[in-house]
């Protein structure tokens, strides 16, 4: 008897030890029969598959026995009690744990040990892994695996450990701390897995490892050479940080120098820019004033030519009579070879010496 007829049983026997049934007359007892007959037919004769189940029909007697390949999905179904079975397989996902901490496990999920493997250098570790899998097939399950949890006892359970061991025992000891060559090894296993239960109506979609131990003085050993390694690389990352900061600090020198010669060279090429700044202006003033000097020599030289000339008496004459205009009264002799004739030119120009003997 499966469970909804059981737990329609149970409920009968709560409601007739709970209630004293009145007396009626003869028709409400038929009735009463009746109901009772229905309820009856209903646990015995009527199956319900709820909406995450399957449902596959047995017919042990009949034209068509045996195992039937229709699939029911939700609702209510009639059969034969004795002739027909309706079994109901699991259709959502399913989640087989093995793990030594059931606590850590998911509550409606399947149960078993951790997985116990060796790895490829010879140590022994306890991997806690959770398979997710799901019924594809139910007919295929229930034909090749049976009913019940069957898929789980005789499909899942007597593989995944011995796969397990297969791909996980690849790995090293340390390599379990190598999460991606973990993850690979773990879908190398769901492929076996799939390769040897998809024939028989089983997915598994994903297998995934949680948590894994080594006894506690392996452990030790690793997590002190994980320590020691991480020691050294602290070492050679300290040590290449000290060639990094001495190849800056001497770059960093190298650019001051650079730099320092840069100015030198600036400050020398405007020393020299300047001087010849200087040179330059000292030569066009020195070409100046040579001009100048050439200018003002042609100028004197000029000047005395005139002076030389027809004009220059005459010249001197109005000098000199601009001198005499400063004087009120000048008693000259006037006769004998040495008189001051102011009228007569030539005779001035001889008596101040600027002309000799009355020459022009």
Do not use: W
């Amino acid at each position: 008897m499966d469970e909804p007829q059981k737990a329609l049983s149970v409920r009968l026997e709560k409601f007739r030890s709970s209630y004293t049934l009145p007396k009626f007359p003869f028709k409400g007892k038929v009735v009463i029969a009746i109901l009772a007959v229905i309820i009856i037919l209903y646990g015995l004769c009527l199956v319900y598959v709820a909406p995450d189940e399957f449902g596959i029909k047995l017919v042990r007697l009949g034209t068509h026995r045996g195992v039937q390949k229709e699939v029911y999905g939700p609702g209510l179904y009639f059969i034969v009690p004795g002739m027909h079975e309706m079994h109901r397989l699991p259709k959502g996902v399913q989640v087989l744990e093995l793990t030594n901490t059931p606590q850590t496990a998911a509550l409606s999920s399947r149960r078993e040990k951790a997985a116990h493997i060796q790895t490829s250098d010879g140590f022994f570790v306890n991997v806690d892994v959770s398979i997710i899998y799901r019924i594809s097939d139910p007919y295929l399950v229930f034909t090749m695996i049976g009913p019940g949890t069957l898929f789980e006892d005789n499909g899942i359970i007597p593989k995944a450990e011995p796969v397990l061991k297969v791909t996980l025992g690849e790995l090293t000891t340390e390599e379990f701390y190598n999460s991606p060559r973990r993850v690979k090894k773990a879908d190398a296993a769901k492929e076996i897995l799939n390769r040897e239960l998809n024939p028989k109506g089983i997915n598994i979609e994903q297998v995934m490892v949680r948590y894994f131990i080594y006894s506690s003085e392996i452990q030790k050993n690793i997590e002190e050479k994980k320590l020691k390694d991480q020691l050294v690389f602290k070492n050679q990352a300290e040590a290449r940080a000290s060639m990094e900061e001495a190849i800056l600090k001497k770059i960093v020198q190298e650019g001051e120098a650079i730099v320092g010669v840069k100015m030198e060279e600036g400050q020398a090429y405007v020393t020299k820019k300047r001087a010849e700044r200087d040179l330059y202006a000292r030569k066009k003033k020195a070409e100046a004033d040579l001009m100048v000097r050439l200018a003002e020599a042609e100028r004197v030289k000029l000047k005395n030519e005139a002076m030389e000339g027809e004009g220059a008496e005459r010249m001197v004459g109005l000098k000199m009579a601009d001198v005499y205009k400063g004087l009120q009264t000048v008693i000259l002799p006037s006769d004998g070879p040495n008189g001051v004739n102011p009228l007569n030119l030539g005779k001035t120009l001889n008596l101040f010496d600027i002309r000799k003997g009355g020459q022009p």
